[in-house]
């Protein structure tokens, strides 16, 4: 199997025998994930809950850094109860097309000497657990501002189980979309178009908030934001270059082009707003460049810099008509724009993996197609079937889970406690006393 096949499919190299490998324990791939493991959590907490609340309101700043924190806390659990063996099963036995076994409930087979190819089976599960706190966070972004904080925990642990853990076996756990080819290096698929499709539905099934296209809602701290996008930024390098699950050269090579897309991304929003707009904005370039990393993400083992600068550049624009689009001409109120910039940038960059992971492109030529695929067109068959099947998946089942969370304990805070603000409302706090 190609190296870009290996380092594409985590979860593959999950599933080597822990029991009968002939692979021993390698200290630096070792010593890289536990690196690449705190930085992805970094992205979370603080990361991803500084970037969030300095784009509400300042009334409800606290309720989004409250759910990044409790979601962070009990994803984890989750994760070591069930979702890991969902998604992975347990090492060294052959997995279903569509979910794992259940032999690693509660981390079964785990001890502190079983391997998972050249890294401890502990680390692999930590490192995995990081993606499965992201993901439901990112979802938080579509329906701040009017969540019950009991809802918020309910859906989240639910759309764990029965959302995310199943994707991500499919594609890096031996199911069936790992087994066509499809390359997704870092999660265009099971991270970034779930959590989107996710937040468009939340968002279409919630409705707006109140006084949403005639009342501005500015976010409150742009500081708070900008500094959440630095911690972003660098965490994304954990993210990325941490799935090649290996200290090398494939490792090297997803931290460049995740550097270039990124930073191709911002530039590009930027711009595309001084020309719309007569001025460059903050929000945008740091919203461009969040663009451009979830963009690259699924093709960060596939493609080498200059297709990665081709990518962040699309990104940025792309993901910048689809903001517009989505909020000012369907009137969808995605609160914080989760899924025009992850779900389109996903899609956008898992299709261009499939085109730019070509050896013929000449300087902007990939690492090649996944075994038993020659064509361009063979593989973005296969890339826009692991799109379409992840959000229609997601979308039915999200919308599942959110009406039976509303039967049960309502999804919705009532209009006067929106007015309020969730901080007092269902925290008894503010997030500032001056």
């Keep these: 199997m190609k190296n870009l096949q290996r380092a594409g499919l985590l979860a593959v190299a999950s599933l080597v025998s822990t029991q009968a490998s002939a692979q021993e324990l390698n200290q630096a791939d070792t010593a890289w994930i536990l690196t690449a493991t705190a930085l992805v959590l970094f992205m979370t907490i603080p990361g991803l809950s500084l970037f969030y609340s300095g784009l509400v309101r300042a009334k409800n700043v606290l309720s989004v850094l409250m759910q990044c924190f409790a979601l962070t806390c009990l994803m984890s659990l989750l994760w070591f109860a069930l979702g890991y063996t969902i998604a992975f099963g347990s090492d060294g036995v052959t997995q279903g097309p569509f979910i794992g076994d259940f032999g690693n409930v509660f981390f079964a087979s785990m001890t502190m000497d079983s391997l998972n190819g050249s890294i401890p089976s502990t680390l692999f599960a930590i490192f995995q657990m990081t993606f499965a706190i992201i993901t439901p966070a990112l979802i938080v972004g579509a329906f701040a501002e009017r969540m019950r904080f009991s809802a918020m925990l309910l859906f989240s642990a639910v759309w764990l189980l029965l959302v995310y853990a199943p994707v991500c076996h499919w594609v890096w756990g031996g199911g069936w979309l790992g087994a066509m080819g499809l390359q997704d290096f870092a999660g265009g ?246």
Aim: proline share 3%; with cysteine.
């Design 189 to 434: 698929t099971v991270v970034h178009i779930t959590a989107a499709v996710a937040a468009l539905v939340a968002a279409m099934f919630m409705g707006p908030r109140r006084g949403f296209g005639t009342v501005a809602m500015p976010p409150h701290n742009l500081t708070l934001t900008v500094a959440g996008a630095g911690m972003l930024w660098v965490g994304w390098f954990g993210f990325n270059a941490g799935s090649a699950v290996a200290a090398d050269n494939s490792a090297a090579m997803a931290m460049l082009v995740t550097h270039l897309s990124a930073s191709a991304g911002s530039l590009a929003w930027m711009t595309m707003e001084w020309i719309r707009h007569g001025k460059p904005s903050v929000l945008g370039i740091v919203t461009g460049m969040v663009a451009g990393l979830g963009t690259i993400t699924p093709a960060s083992g596939s493609v080498g810099p200059a297709a990665a600068v081709v990518i962040g550049l699309s990104a940025g624009v792309v993901c910048y008509f689809a903001t517009n689009w989505i909020k000012n001409t369907l009137k969808i109120d995605d609160s914080l724009d989760v899924f025009p910039v992850h779900g389109v940038g996903g899609i956008l960059g898992t299709l261009l993996a499939g085109i730019f992971c070509s050896t013929q492109l000449g300087i902007f030529s990939g690492n090649g197609f996944s075994d038993g695929i020659d064509s361009i067109g063979g593989q973005l068959l296969v890339q826009a079937t692991g799109v379409a099947s992840t959000f229609a998946y997601t979308a039915v089942v999200t919308w599942a889970i959110l009406k039976v969370v509303d039967l049960l304990v309502g999804l919705r805070v009532d209009a006067d406690e929106e007015t309020q603000g969730l901080d007092l409302v269902l925290h008894d706090e503010r997030g500032y006393d001056l």
